[in-house]
């Protein structure tokens, strides 16, 4: 049974920094060749896309955070991380961790429990 943890949430005041972590835990054999991805859901929004780095090592980042976030993995130790500087008031909400399978793997896709992040002004 694979899980995905997320870890590293917490308050911090604009222009500051936090690394969110994701740890796969369980048999997660095929962990580096998934597209992990970070989401977040601000209260009363939906939950949109952050951050992605493919199985293939590309990268995607919405154009709110490019500049400021970086995506990075460590499939030795099946984990993803972002890291974010420069923060802002509007990057406040609930960070998912997500592993999404490449369309050639029969299987399923994951989502961690989120981790909070509040920036305050």
């Known amino acids: 049974q694979v899980q995905l943890v997320e870890s590293g949430g917490g308050l911090v005041q604009t222009g500051g920094s936090l690394r969110l972590s994701c740890a796969a835990s369980?048999?997660?054999?095929?962990?580096?060749?998934?597209?992990m991805g970070w989401y977040r859901q601000a209260p009363g929004k939906q939950r949109e896309l952050v951050a992605q780095?493919?199985?293939?090592?590309?990268?995607n980042y919405a154009d709110a955070v490019k500049g400021r976030f970086t995506i990075s993995r460590d499939n030795a130790k099946n984990t993803v991380y972002l890291q974010m500087n420069s923060l802002k008031p509007e990057d406040t909400g609930v960070y998912y961790c997500?592993?999404?399978?490449?369309?050639?793997?029969?299987?399923?896709?994951?989502w961690g429990q989120g981790t909070q992040v509040t920036v305050s002004s």
């Open positions: 997500n592993a999404a399978k490449p369309a050639f793997v029969t299987g399923r896709d994951y």
């Open positions: 369980g048999s997660f054999v095929l962990f580096s060749i998934y597209h």
């Open positions: 780095l493919t199985g293939g090592g590309k990268t």
